[in-house]
């Protein structure tokens, strides 16, 4: 009995110290809004506090962070985010638009950057695409452009899709390594542990640094680096009260495939202008998807770029590179 009573509390005390070394290389607490606000909050930032439906047609409030950068009376292009990341990834596009007379504006998606989440936990890209048509009502704006990375590129084809028509136009959408529509079934069966109370408040708290600049640099494609500026803004802003919980507890809003793939058809049969956009070394999601998107919406070959040796975050990896394939497709439009 001795014998067993020294294993099992040697066994016990190596367990302590293997948690303690876990906390200590793994932790990271979440960072306040107002921390953040001091260093993402820009001198053209703004909050707004969107009412949306959710498909029981009960109202939502959130709170939105946007970035309005140029004159009013400009044309406006609404540019939106993928996942983990925020608005500011699209600033340096921003600034050389409204240098060539563009008004732009960059949101912050539910539950990402600066902005808040819905109190029910759920989310999807109808949602999102609802919040931006709630600001652009309260902005009293009636014609945009849209585009945006990954899930925002799901987000403008969708909203393009709701939105356009006789009292709103959309003049062009630009998908940027987007999502392609899916049954947005949700998380994995066999990740759902994820969402136990006491798991997701324990794992939402380790992505330490490192952790993170390993999964973006196998984002960002051969002939781009990840800087140390971009990897901060990553980091911190993921860290925001209640960000990392979400992304591990959220549910998504069902929305049938066939019911995704008829609001994307209605880009073709309003005769929307669309451009594709893609690192040919995206992982997240292969370049193949790009002919998806060329086949559903019947576009032309110039209407699809491809982009040798950058991956998922072309606009981020080469501002400039890319940034000349969308003033050409704006001037055109």
């Known amino acids: 009995m001795r014998i067993l009573f020294k294993i099992t509390k040697l066994t016990l005390i190596i367990l302590s110290i293997l948690i303690l070394i876990l906390l200590v290389v793994f ?3 979440d960072l306040s809004l107002k921390q953040l606000e001091d260093k993402y909050f820009t001198e053209f930032s703004h909050y707004y506090t969107a009412v949306i439906q959710d498909l029981d047609n009960q109202d939502l409030e959130i709170n939105i962070h946007y970035i309005d950068i140029g004159n009013e009376n400009d044309p406006v292009i609404v540019l939106l985010h993928g996942a983990f990341s925020s608005s500011h990834t699209f600033l340096p596009w921003a ?22 989440g819905f109190t ?9 695409a609802a919040v931006v048509k709630n600001l652009l009502d309260f902005l009293e704006i009636q014609e945009i452009f849209i585009g945006g990375n990954s899930m925002g590129g799901g987000v403008s084809w969708m909203f393009a899709g709701l939105y356009h028509g006789d009292l709103f136009q959309v003049r ?19 990740l759902s542990f994820l969402t136990h109370p006491f798991i997701s408040n324990i794992a939402s708290q380790m992505t330490p640094k490192f952790l993170l600049k390993w999964i973006l640099q196998g984002v960002y494609g051969s002939e781009s680096s990840l800087d140390q500026e971009t990897l901060m803004r990553y980091y911190e802003l993921l860290r925001k009260q209640g960000n990392r919980l979400a992304i591990l507890t959220n549910t998504q809003e069902t929305m049938e495939l066939d019911q995704q793939l008829l609001i994307l058809n209605r880009l073709q049969e309003e005769s929307i202008p669309v451009l594709i956009m893609w690192g040919e070394e995206d992982s997240w999601i292969l ?15 110039e209407n699809i770029i491809i982009y040798t040796g950058l991956g998922h975050v072309p606009m981020e990896e080469d501002p400039m590179r890319t940034l000349i394939d969308l003033i050409s497709f704006l001037s055109s439009q």
Request: zero cysteines.
């Open 95 to 116: 600034y050389e638009l409204e240098a060539l007379g563009y008004r732009i504006l960059l949101i912050d998606l539910p539950y990402h950057g600066l902005s808040s």
């Open 287 to 301: 370049v193949s998807v790009a002919q998806l998107f060329k086949e559903q919406l019947n576009l032309p070959d």
């Open 172 to 190: 062009g959408v630009i998908l940027i390594d987007a999502i392609f529509p899916n049954s947005q079934s949700g998380r994995p069966d066999r």
């Open 27 to 29: 932790y990271r607490p």
């Open 120 to 128: 029910d936990r759920v989310a999807s890209i109808r949602r999102s």
